[in-house]
């Protein structure tokens, strides 16, 4: 069984730029997460898709940040502009039926550095 | 509101030694909670999970833990540990749809 993909594994940026990264769940996973972990931190929801609607995203700076899941599967998600505070760690996640009791399947992540 | 404490930011052991990892957790309703590791550039892997079935919880690599509501605990432990187990593990736990982390323990396997 594939696992959860993201892309791209590395970027860097200079402060006010834009960025996106991309996430493929696995096949059949209801639900999919975006985390930020800054360094030294544990994980930090910032959005949590059911199928493609949103389910929560009060963490979501949402004067920067957006993120949508077409169709239900694949997702995005965008920082437009970037602060030197954004560079962090995006995970992203899946898990088949949403539950707290649900096991989260995590992606290798993207790692974001803003200059 | 919920909480997840991990008590140690680094911990050290000798290879062959026992693994103890602690988590205290603060939660008004009856918590689902988890154990997971992370090794370097890498995604988090799940070791083990309690939902409120038994409280002692056996996971992967010889891990476990054990739910106690009593101290509000969900320590990880591990007989004998191996150089292999040197990562980043994270405690998370959640009573409403959303899983909250601790801030991590880096666990340091010495030769």
């Known amino acids: 069984e594939a696992g959860v993909a993201q892309s791209p594994r590395y970027k860097i940026i200079e402060k006010r730029q834009s960025v996106a990264f991309w996430c493929n769940p696995i096949s059949g996973h209801a639900t999919l997460y975006w985390y930020q972990q800054i360094l030294g931190q544990g994980p930090k929801l910032l959005i949590q898709f059911q199928n493609n609607g949103v389910v929560d995203d009060s963490q979501l700076p949402k004067d920067r940040f957006s993120a949508e899941r077409l169709k239900g599967v694949d997702s995005t998600l965008k920082i437009q502009p970037a602060k030197l505070e954004d560079s962090a760690v995006y995970l992203c996640?899946?898990?088949?039926?949403?539950?707290?009791?649900?096991?989260?399947?995590f992606g290798p992540g993207t790692r974001l550095t803003v200059l | 509101a919920q909480s997840v404490t991990q008590l140690d930011s680094h911990v050290s052991v000798s290879e062959g030694t026992p693994v103890l990892l602690r988590c205290n957790y603060s939660s008004s309703y009856s918590p689902s909670l988890f154990w997971y590791v992370q090794h370097p550039n890498k995604g988090l892997q799940l070791l083990l999970k309690?939902?409120?079935?038994?409280?002692l919880v056996k996971g992967i690599n010889g891990f476990e833990a054990e739910f106690k509501k009593s101290e509000t605990s969900f320590h990880l432990t591990k007989p004998s540990a191996h150089m292999s187990d040197a990562a980043e593990y994270f405690c998370?736990?959640?009573?409403?749809?959303?899983?909250?982390f601790g801030t991590g323990t880096l666990l340091a396997v010495q030769p």
């Open positions: 309690y939902t409120s079935a038994a409280t």
């Open positions: 996640a899946s898990s088949s039926a949403g539950r707290t009791r649900d096991e989260q399947f």
């Open positions: 998370a736990g959640g009573a409403t749809n959303k899983l909250i």
